[in-house]
T-cell receptor, first 116, second 112 residues
Framework: EAGVTQSPRYAVLQEGQAVSFWCDPISGHDTLYWYQQPRDQGPQLLVYFRDEAVIDNSQLPSDRFSAVRPKGTNSTLKIQSAKQGDTATYLC??????????????FGPGTRLTVL | GEKVEQHESTLSVREGDSAVINCTYTDTASSYFPWYKQEAGKSLHFVIDIRSNVDRKQSQRLIVLLDKKAKRFSLHITATQPEDSAIYFCAASISNTNKVVFGTGTRLQVLP
């Protein structure tokens, strides 16, 4: 079974530039998460979807960040105007959503973003 | 909202000894407590979990204990091996949601 895939693996930007991150979850997983993991910290939830619907985006800085999952499969996270404080690894995870292990999450390799 | 505190930021043990990582949570509605491991340069992967209907769960050398009254849970790694060296994250999830709140991580170093 293929795991969660993310691209790009690395991104380096100047402040003010835009960047998009792409995630392909495990086939059949209806729940998809985006996390921000600053260096030496735990993952912090930005947004999560069940199918194409946003369930919780309360921690997503809505003035500059956006996330979509239009067909309930792949997802894109976009930063419109990056700031140095956005420097972090962006992790995508998916989970089956049903059954005994409904909350177990499978993580992708992450995109390491550096904003200069 | 839920807050998860992980008490040890770093932990060093000798190979063969046991390691214990402690976490506390704030929301009494939390009912699912997974643990994830992050090896150097890699992403997180699930290692073990416990649900609030039990207070102990074991999987090979890993034991998770849950004290709901104290809102505390812990990961015990017995007979540690060098490959156990990693960052371990505890997490908590409220019943009937898929939202998981992570702790800040404990860097475990198993010394030869």
């Amino acid at each position: 079974e293929a795991g969660v895939t993310q691209s790009p693996r690395y991104a380096v930007l100047q402040e003010g530039q835009a960047v998009s991150f792409w995630c392909d979850p495990i086939s059949g997983h209806d729940t998809l998460y985006w996390y921000q993991q600053p260096r030496d910290q735990g993952p912090q939830l930005l947004v999560y979807f069940r199918d194409e619907a946003v369930i919780d985006n309360s921690q997503l800085p809505s003035d500059r960040f956006s996330a979509v999952r239009p067909k309930g499969t792949n997802s894109t996270l976009k930063i419109q105007s990056a700031k140095q404080g956005d420097t972090a690894t962006y992790l995508c995870a998916s989970s089956p959503g049903l059954g005994a292990n409904y909350a177990e999450q499978f993580f992708g390799p992450g995109t390491r973003l550096t904003v200069l | 909202g839920e807050k998860v505190e992980q008490h040890e930021s770093t932990l060093s043990v000798r190979e063969g000894d046991s390691a214990v990582i402690n976490c506390t949570y704030t929301d009494t509605a939390s009912s699912y407590f997974p643990w994830y491991k992050q090896e150097a340069g890699k992403s997180l992967h699930f290692v073990i979990d416990i649900r609030s209907n039990v207070d102990r769960k074991q999987s090979q050398r890993l034991i998770v204990l849950l004290d709901k009254k104290a809102k505390r849970f812990s990961l015990h790694i017995t007979a540690t091996q060098p490959e156990d060296s990693a960052i371990y994250f505890c997490a908590a999830s409220i019943s009937n949601t898929n939202k998981v709140v992570f702790g800040t991580g404990t860097r475990l170093q198993v010394l030869p």
